[in-house]
């Protein structure tokens, strides 16, 4: 049975956060989760959604944290299937290929598309990753596209209570790949924490 809840505490600091993986076709989502979870990981595919997912558990000093970790497996055609891999999800990591333009010019789509079908519509979290930096010869995202990039978005995220960062990495030389992870963990944390303590 697969549980697709909202964040929720066991006890204060004990979080189970679904999280999906998104970003165009051959960016490295699957790469990176699989690297993620090491070998070994059993992955859990779902024929009616067209996605894997994977569960780890990790020991932060400020929490424990329960990832569910869902990544689209096919080709990403029916918006139905979508909606259903989004659902429940409090946060995304938006995956491009550092050394694909299109992949980087497509991210406002990906961000869209997740919180338009989000629980509530809410404005949840995302982490920018741009991967393959071990191809950095041949790089066609700049650093000035990022920096100019991150500057809009913060500027719209601001108001919904979370920063957006973005990190530099390599499934296939794994750099980076553990601290996206941790990173967006404490991301989660304070957002959740901050909406606790306005519902209080
Ligand atoms: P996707 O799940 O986003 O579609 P995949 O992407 O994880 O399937 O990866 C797509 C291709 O990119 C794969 O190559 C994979 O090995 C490669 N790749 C993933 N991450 C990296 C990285 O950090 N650096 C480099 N150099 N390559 C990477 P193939 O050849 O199997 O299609
Ligand atoms: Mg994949």
């Not at 404490?186 to 303590?197: P, W």
Request: charged share 25%; proline share 2%.
């Amino acid at each position: 049975m697969i549980q697709m809840s909202l964040p929720y505490t066991n006890s204060r600091m004990e979080f189970t956060f679904k999280i999906v993986l998104i970003g165009d076709m051959q960016v490295g989502k699957t790469s990176i989760r699989e690297r993620y979870m090491g070998e070994g990981f059993p992955t859990h595919y779902m024929p009616t959604l067209g996605a894997d997912f994977s569960i780890k558990d990790i020991d932060l000093e400020t929490a424990k944290i329960r990832w569910m970790i869902w990544d689209l497996a096919g080709h990403h055609t029916f918006s139905v299937v979508r909606e259903r891999y989004y659902y429940g999800a409090v946060g995304a990591l938006v995956v491009y290929d550092i050394t694909n333009k299109e992949s980087f010019d497509h991210i406002p789509l990906w961000i869209d598309e997740f919180w338009k079908n989000s629980f509530d519509n809410k404005k949840f979290p995302i982490l920018l990753i741009g991967n393959k930096i071990d191809l950095e010869w041949k790089r066609k995202v700049m650093e000035e596209h990022v920096t100019e990039y991150l500057e809009k978005l913060n500027q719209e995220c601001h108001s919904y209570g979370f920063h957006v960062d973005h990190i530099y990495t390599s499934a296939k030389n794994n750099i980076n790949i553990n601290d996206a992870f941790k990173k967006f963990a404490q991301i989660l944390i304070d957002f959740v924490s901050k909406t606790e303590r306005r519902i209080k």
